[in-house]
Structure formats: structure tokens, C-alpha cells
């Protein structure tokens, strides 16, 4: 009956009630709403990073990974020795051969950063393949088929199909040469992999670096990315001495920090706008108790508890705050969802800017995750519980005389 | 034992710097299945004798004895728990819950004291058939007259089984004959079911049905009239 009284009460001032509610209905929603839009930011940064270049995991040996020796190579097969069907959170593996070279075309040449790989199991690791705006991806049937950045096509003045040289150093100390053929370009927004990055087949960047049956590092792709530090954890006992998997979080610290802190401000700012909200629902118990002070003091005569009296102000409050949050969290729910699969284009008014070595897309696009559905909803039924306190405390301690005496 | 015992009861208000003596050594006692009234003017201090043996208050000075208990210092928990137990109040006027339909007003002090619900329900749908107003039962009290309120009042106070009903002035906003009418009833059931009733009053017309007149004057006791019929 208690629970009765607390709903019933609340809407004896439907119209405040459903201004308050409203408030925090938009508070919650909207909250959540952004919250999505970071995550979807934050996200985006770290795709840019992981599935344009690095994978979520990198095994290499140490010295590779701390110096770029190309003399630290490994046997292309490194990884099934390792990682075994069981590993299921790992969806991607991907070898590759790395080499530091130039690209020339008649006149012109670059410094470029060639990646030999196996097509097929790259396009696990990296997404390439979706940020193509010419030709296609290299393939097993094409040996010396090259993908290569945008920016770098602009600069060499070339398109898919035209042929260029590529030099570098050989393991056995000669010059390596030869010859590739544009096959597709990209553009991913991020100058650095559109101007430097070319990805050929393994097999022809093994027989230019003399180096048959070598790679240099095998890159991995996890189902969910926020588990790459604990599955680098897990697996890195098993291997030896001298090779190391990193996580994305070694190989870019300060997207680790960025993402990091984001769990710190999504805190603050989730507490500044309820405390407004708070401040709102504070304000209406406070009237409605002060309203009711015979009405309290009747049922003190009654008989009921403090406690009771108290119990059944926060409950109002709570039950507000539940109908708040149900429809709150429905409301962003879906306001994500429309963001999630539909977003907002903001290609025309800025470009993608590269921060923390990722890239912010000029996108307005949401995630689900779960942390921006509970963090708002269990401060909201806080937030509720603290405002609904005061006015509690406030209707517990009138004295039962004074309040029968009010009219 | 006496069911109530008032012993040189003092009760003064302080407003600031001001007191105000509403009940100035008034010693008194109640029997079980009294049907008596607290009569004197506006302000002689009948509300204040009330809620001081309602447990509602604590006096300034002298003991209240209810049921053999004094409660001068317990904690206002303790005056609830036993409020819940002894005592039912009646308010001159808007005594029920509105957002509450008139049988859940009445099962409140049941609620409170944690009977299961069919028992109240039964309850609670006698007391109404005995006060006259079975039919009521789901409406809100704003759909109620006054009498019909006062009648919901009763039952609320009747239902928890007190051992004595208490009633600050409950005609007092009554048409004289609803107010006849309730003031028979509640003769009624203090002859019937030997309830116990203490009112006030200030209208000669109620305060002559009363079986013990106590005479209140500017907080003292003027007389202490007990009417043989
Ligand atoms: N809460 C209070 N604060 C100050 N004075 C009060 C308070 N309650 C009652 N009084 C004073 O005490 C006296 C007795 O009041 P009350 O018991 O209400 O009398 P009655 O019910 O007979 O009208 C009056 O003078 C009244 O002004
Ligand atoms: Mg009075």
C-alpha cells in the first residue's frame, strides 16, 4: 500500500511531475545519446589506428618491435605454433614482411613504408579493402599487384594500372628493385598511411628483401578491441624469450590515455548535467512535502514511523527516478540506434583530424556500450535517491503537532 | 488502573523569546469505556490536553500515564509504535488521505500495523457496514461529504482496535444535524462495543451528549462534571 501511496502521490501535481520528469527524461536521453556519439568518436579513432595499420595485437620479436631491425625476422609460420583454434577471441591473422624504401617513377620518388602481406588474411587484420577509391585489392593472381595510398598517388601522379619501381635494402646486402603495378588506391583520411603506406603480396616482398619464407611481425585482430591488453597477457607466456605480442594500447599509448580518460570525464560530465537534474527534483519534493505537511502529520498521529515517512518520500522519488530512467534509456536507446546506423556527415564543414595517433572521422556516429547506458541510469536513480533525501529527512522530522495544525 | 492518567500536566509553547502556557497543572484520569469531552472556549487548551494524551507530544511538566505507561522521554519511534497500538485520532476536518480511496484510508493503521490483507479487507468492510457507510468504500475523500468523512475517520481509528479514540473537535465542521448524527453514532458504539471516547468541543449542543464534561479554562480545569442518565 505504501507503494500505491508513493505512485499516487506522485501525480497529484501532474503538471510538475511531468516537467520534472521530462527533465530528467531529457537529461538521461541525451546523456546517453552522447555519450554514444564519444564512443562512436573514440572508436573511430582507434579503428583508424588498429584496422587501417597495426591490428589490435602485433607479434614480433623484441628487437623488432623496438628498433625495426629488419634482420629480426621470423619464420612465416610463427603463428600457429602459438596461437591455436581455441584462441577464438583472435578473428584475424595476418603475416607480414615490412620494408623501408623508395618508390620512383621517372623522375619523382617517395620514401614509402611497403608492407608485403597475404591479401586474404590481411583483409582479417586491416580494413583497406572498404576505403578504396580505385582499382581493387591485390590479389594472389596479380604477384606484383600494389595498393597505395591516395596521397601518394597525387604526389607520384599515378593511377591503377601504371607501373613503378620500388628500392630498398636486401637482407644479403644487395639492392633490391622491382617492379609493381598499381592495382587500387586508398584514402582513410590519415595523411600519414595515405602518403607512405603500400601493401604488396608477401611472396614479392620476400624475394626482394631476400628473404624467403620470413616475416617480420604477425598482426592480430580481436573481436573486442578493449580485451587486446589481457589477451596479450594471457598469450604472451607461451611464447619465447625473444618474441613478444604488444597490444594496441603498447604500440599507441596516447589512444590508451585518451580512452583511458574518457571513463574519467564520462563521470564528470554525467555529474554536471544531474546535478542540475538533481537540483530540479529537489526542488519539486521539497514543494510537494512542504504541501503536504498536515497530510504528514496525520499520518505520524496514525501511528506511522519517522522511518516510514521518510521511506515513503525517497520512494517517490525513486519510483520518479525509475519511470525517468525507463523512458530515458529508452528514449537514447533509440536516438543511438538512429545515430549508430544513419549518423550525421560532416565532411563538409571540417576534415579528419589525427590525434593521439588515430584518426577523428568528420562524422557525427554512435556506438552501443554498454558503459553509457549504466553509468547515466545508476547515477540517475542516485542522483534521485540523493535529491529525494532532503525533502525526506524534511517530512520525517516535522512534529506531528505543528504539522496537524497547518491547513 | 485508570486507562489514562494525567498527573499536574504543564505544556507551555515557547514562540522566541515568548511563552505561551496552554495547559497549566491539570491532573486527570480516564477510565476504560468513558464517553467524555474536553469542553472550553477557542484556545483554552483542548487540543493541546488531546495530543498530550495522544502521545503526540510530550508535556513540559507532570506525567501521562496511557495503559499504565509514561512516555515522557521515549523517542518519537517509540510514541509512533505505540500510538499505532493505543490510540486513534480523529482531526476536526481532512483527517483522510486523498490520494487514498476511502476503505484504503481506513486499512492504513491495519497496513501500518502489518495485518495480511484479506483480514483487512474484511475488517475494515464491517466497520463500514457499521458505520453506515458500505457503498463508499472506492470513492477518494473529495467525493465524500464532510459527515461521510468523519464517518471514514472513525473507521480508521476503529480499526486498529485502540484503546481509546480520540477526537479534536469532530463536528466542528458539520452541518448541526450530520453532526447530531456522528455524535450518535459514536455514543453508539461507546455504548456497544464499550470504545473508549475523548472529544472536544466547544458546542453546547455536543458537549450536553457527552456522559463527563471537563471543563478547560485558559489551560486550567474549571470542572470535571460526570452526567448520571
Ligand atoms: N504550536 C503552538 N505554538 C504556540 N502556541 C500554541 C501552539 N499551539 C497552541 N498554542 C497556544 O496554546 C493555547 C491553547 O491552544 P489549543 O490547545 O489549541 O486550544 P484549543 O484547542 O482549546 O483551541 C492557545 O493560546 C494557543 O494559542
Ligand atoms: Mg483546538
Known amino acids: 500500500m505504501l507503494f500505491t501511496l508513493a505512485f499516487r502521490n506522485l501525480w497529484r501535481n501532474r503538471r510538475r511531475t511531468l516537467l520534472t520528469l521530462s527533465a530528467m527524461v531529457a537529461s538521461a536521453a541525451l546523456l546517453i545519446l552522447a555519450l554514444g556519439v564519444f564512443s562512436g568518436m573514440f572508436r573511430d579513432m582507434l579503428a583508424s589506428a588498429t584496422e587501417q595499420y597495426y591490428g589490435h595485437l602485433v607479434l614480433a620479436k623484441t628487437e623488432y618491435h623496438e628498433r625495426r631491425d629488419m634482420f629480426a625476422h621470423l619464420d612465416e609460420e610463427v603463428a600457429s605454433r602459438y596461437i591455436t583454434a581455441e584462441d577464438t577471441e583472435i578473428i584475424g591473422i595476418s603475416p607480414r614482411l615490412r620494408s623501408f624504401g623508395l618508390i620512383s617513377l621517372a623522375e619523382t620518388s617517395q620514401p614509402v613504408e611497403l608492407l608485403g602481406v597475404i591479401p586474404e588474411r590481411e583483409k582479417q587484420v586491416t580494413s583497406l579493402q572498404t576505403k578504396l577509391i580505385a582499382g581493387n585489392y591485390p590479389s594472389e593472381a596479380v604477384n606484383n599487384g600494389a595498393l597505395i595510398g591516395q596521397g601518394l598517388a597525387r604526389k607520384l601522379k599515378v593511377s591503377t594500372g601504371d607501373e613503378m619501381v620500388f628500392v630498398t635494402q636486401a637482407a644479403d646486402g644487395s639492392i633490391g628493385n622491382d617492379l609493381l603495378i598499381i592495382t587500387g588506391i586508398f584514402a582513410t583520411g590519415d595523411s600519414r598511411h595515405d602518403n607512405n603506406l603500400v601493401l604488396a603480396p608477401l611472396g614479392w616482398a620476400q624475394k626482394i628483401m631476400v628473404l624467403p619464407g620470413r616475416i617480420h611481425e604477425v598482426a592480430m585482430t580481436l573481436a573486442d578491441p578493449m580485451l587486446a591488453a589481457l589477451t596479450a597477457d594471457r598469450l604472451n607466456p607461451r611464447l619465447p624469450d625473444d618474441v613478444e605480442i604488444l597490444d594496441w594500447g603498447d604500440l599507441l599509448p596516447e589512444m590508451r590515455e585518451v580512452i583511458a580518460a574518457y571513463d574519467v570525464s564520462r563521470m564528470i560530465i554525467v555529474s554536471i548535467l544531474y546535478m542540475a537534474t538533481g537540483l530540479g527534483i529537489l526542488n519539486t519534493f521539497f514543494m510537494s512535502v512542504m504541501e503536504r505537511t498536515r497530510e504528514f502529520g496525520i499520518l505520524m498521529a496514525q501511528g506511522m514511523r519517522p522511518w516510514t515517512i521518510r521511506g515513503l518520500v525517497l520512494l517517490e522519488t525513486c519510483l520518479l527516478g525509475g519511470i525517468a530512467l525507463a523512458i530515458g534509456l529508452t528514449c537514447g536507446a533509440v536516438m543511438t540506434l538512429y545515430m549508430q546506423q544513419v549518423g550525421i556527415d560532416l565532411a563538409g564543414y571540417i576534415t579528419p583530424v589525427t590525434y593521439a595517433g588515430g584518426t577523428i572521422l568528420p562524422r557525427l556516429h554512435a556506438v552501443f556500450e554498454a558503459g553509457n547506458f549504466y553509468v547515466p541510469a545508476g547515477m540517475l536513480l542516485l542522483v534521485s535517491l540523493i535529491a529525494g533525501f532532503l525533502p525526506a529527512n524534511r517530512a520525517a522530522r516535522l512534529d506531528p503537532v505543528q504539522a496537524v495544525r497547518e491547513v | ?229
Open chain 2, 1 to 229: 488502573m485508570s486507562l489514562i492518567e494525567l498527573q499536574d500536566v504543564s505544556k507551555i509553547y515557547r514562540l522566541g523569546s515568548q511563552e505561551i502556557p496552554a495547559l497549566t497543572g491539570v491532573s486527570l484520569t480516564f477510565e476504560a469505556g468513558e464517553f467524555a469531552v474536553l469542553a472550553g472556549p477557542s484556545g483554552s487548551g483542548k487540543t493541546t490536553a488531546l495530543n498530550l494524551i495522544g502521545c503526540l507530544d510530550h508535556p513540559t511538566s507532570g506525567h501521562v500515564i496511557v495503559n499504565g505507561l509514561d512516555l515522557g522521554t521515549a523517542s518519537k519511534k517509540a510514541l509512533a509504535d505505540f500510538r499505532l497500538q493505543n490510540i486513534g485520532f480523529i482531526f476536526q476536518s481532512y483527517n483522510l488521505i486523498p490520494v487514498l480511496t476511502a476503505a484504503e484510508n481506513a486499512e492504513f493503521t491495519l497496513m501500518l500495523q502489518k495485518v495480511p490483507k484479506p483480514e483487512r479487507r474484511a475488517k475494515v468492510r464491517k466497520l463500514f457496514v457499521d458505520l453506515g457507510i458500505d457503498g463508499l468504500e472506492n470513492r477518494r475523500p473529495a467525493d465524500l461529504s464532510g459527515g461521510q468523512q468523519q464517518r471514514v475517520a472513525i473507521a480508521r481509528a476503529m480499526a486498529a482496535d485502540p484503546h481509546v479514540i480520540l477526537a479534536d473537535e469532530p463536528t466542528a465542521n458539520l452541518d448541526s444535524h450530520t453532526a447530531e448524527e456522528l455524535l450518535e453514532l459514536m455514543r453508539r458504539l461507546n455504548r456497544e462495543q464499550a470504545t473508549t471516547f475523548i472529544f472536544s468541543s466547544h458546542d453546547d449542543r455536543v458537549i450536553a451528549q457527552a456522559r463527563r464534561v471537563i471543563h478547560l479554562q485558559d489551560g486550567c480545569l474549571a470542572d470535571d462534571l460526570t452526567i448520571s442518565k
